[in-house]
């Protein structure tokens, strides 16, 4: 089964940094690509960044683009996402996710207060 | 980027009734879309996968279908558990959602 915990989430002030953590079990991780998503409060879904199983490619949407960083760690099943330059808008929970034999699978989510 | 146009935005309707939601992509997706339950400070919940799938543990009157384009969600006969928010997400390439429609109870 597969399982994702994510961690990290926080109050943090305006222009802080945060780092989110996704720690990933019940599949062979180092072979799928991950995704971070994100929910602000009373908001639809939004996706957030995207990494290949290798990290050779990686991808943002624009509301985050330059600020975000998404890595992984196959060794130790871990997906990241480093957030600099936070702003209100940043405001959310933050899933990680995984497509595995054509399904989707989510964490709980971590939330982020992005707040002064 | 793959578009994704959900409707309706909000559903009224009363237990038994049948219900659709419509999801359309802006360019063809093949079956690359799932169908989520959300409950308010829940995370979402899996209902469909590959357009047609029923989760494992989803009631049978949650169905889906639909491929390329065009793409539905129907719950055959609304129960009280039900009433909560629908999005649709294509998983074709970068991930987007629709906007979600909201099932009420009427």
């Known amino acids: 089964e597969v399982q994702l915990v994510e961690s990290g989430g926080g109050l943090v002030q305006p222009g802080g940094s945060l780092r989110l953590s996704c720690a990933a079990s019940?599949?062979?991780?180092?072979?799928?690509?991950m995704n971070w998503v994100r929910q602000a409060p009373g908001k639809g879904l939004e996706w957030v960044s995207y990494i290949s199983s290798g990290s050779s490619a990686i991808y943002y949407a624009d509301s985050v683009k330059g600020r975000f960083t998404i890595s992984r760690d196959n060794a130790k099943n871990s997906l990241y996402l480093q957030m600099n330059s936070l702003r209100d808008e940043d405001t959310a929970v933050y899933y990680c996710?995984?497509?595995?034999?054509?399904?989707?699978?989510w964490g709980q989510g971590t939330l982020v207060t992005v707040s002064s | 980027d793959i578009q994704m146009t959900q409707s309706p935005s909000t559903l009224s309707a009363s237990v038994g009734d049948r219900v659709t939601i419509t999801c359309r992509a802006s360019q063809s997706i093949s079956s690359w879309l799932a169908w989520y339950q959300q409950k308010p400070g829940k995370a979402p919940k899996l209902l469909i996968y590959k357009a047609s799938s029923l989760e494992s543990g989803v009631p049978s009157r949650f169905s889906g279908s639909g491929s390329g384009t065009e793409f539905t969600l129907t719950i055959s006969s609304l129960q009280p558990d039900d009433f909560a928010t629908y999005y649709c997400q294509q998983y074709n390439g970068l991930w987007t959602f629709g906007q979600g429609t909201k099932v009420e109870i009427k």
């Open positions: 019940g599949f062979t991780f180092s072979t799928y690509s």
């Open positions: 996710g995984v497509g595995t034999q054509g399904r989707i699978d």
